[in-house]
Structure formats: C-alpha cells, structure tokens
C-alpha cells in the first residue's frame, strides 16, 4: 500500500496550487483520507477531509473557503485544491487514509500516510 503525495511547490500569495494524493494498493473511495500539514517548529495540523463511500467533507477553520478536498475514483486519487493562498499556509502537506467513515483530526487514526509535498507561499 502506497500514498503518494504530489503538487507542492513555489506560489506567491493569493496564489492556487492543487495537491494530489495517488494510491496503490488500496482503494481510496473506501477509506476516510484527509490531509494535513506541518510547518517547521509545529505541530502537524488537519486540515481537510472527504468521508469514505461518500463526498462529505469537513474543514479547519484556517482553510475553510479556500481549499477543496476532492476524490477521483477512477484515478484512485484525492486532491486539495488550494486557493488564495497565504504565507502562513507554507508547510509539509501529507496525505492519509483510514479504514473509519467519519472523519478524525486525530493523526493516530490514520493507517496510511504518503511521503508530503512542500508548499512554499512567498513572494
């Protein structure tokens, strides 16, 4: 099983990126994913979630408006579209999957994590 976190990279403030998170070995509609993020000296944070087996979503209020949490079935992958981004947005984004239909912002829930992509918001 494998979670590969993709997308990362250099956008100035007010910028969009859009992070994705490709699965092997596993199917990704059956599992809770949810994506966090962890700035140096931090602690990792949750941001997004999309419920397994279904297209709920919940959002920290950090993001709430701005980012998308969204899952593509056939290609196995989730995404974080990410809008008017800020510098505070700047961490490591990591992609996680859980066996729960409900979400948790609770990192130990998650079984399987993918390696994070780097999101740099700097002008």
């Known amino acids: 099983v494998q979670l590969q976190a993709s997308g990362g990279g250099l956008v100035q403030p007010g910028g969009s990126l859009r992070l994705s998170c490709a699965a092997s070995?596993?199917?990704?509609?059956?599992?809770?994913t949810s994506w966090f993020r962890q700035a140096p000296g931090t602690e990792r944070e949750w941001i997004a979630c999309i419920r397994r087996t279904s297209t709920g979503t919940e959002y920290a209020d950090s993001v709430k408006t701005r980012f998308t949490i969204s899952r593509d079935r056939t290609k196995n992958t989730a995404y974080l579209q990410m809008n008017t981004l800020k510098p505070e947005d700047t961490a490591v984004y990591y992609c996680?999957?859980?066996?729960?239909?409900?979400?948790?912002?609770?990192?130990?829930?998650?079984?399987?994590w993918g390696q994070g992509t780097q999101v740099t918001v700097s002008s």
């Open positions: 070995g596993l199917t990704l509609a059956s599992y809770t």
């Open positions: 996680a999957a859980a066996g729960r239909g409900i979400c948790s912002r609770d990192g130990s829930s998650y079984r399987y």
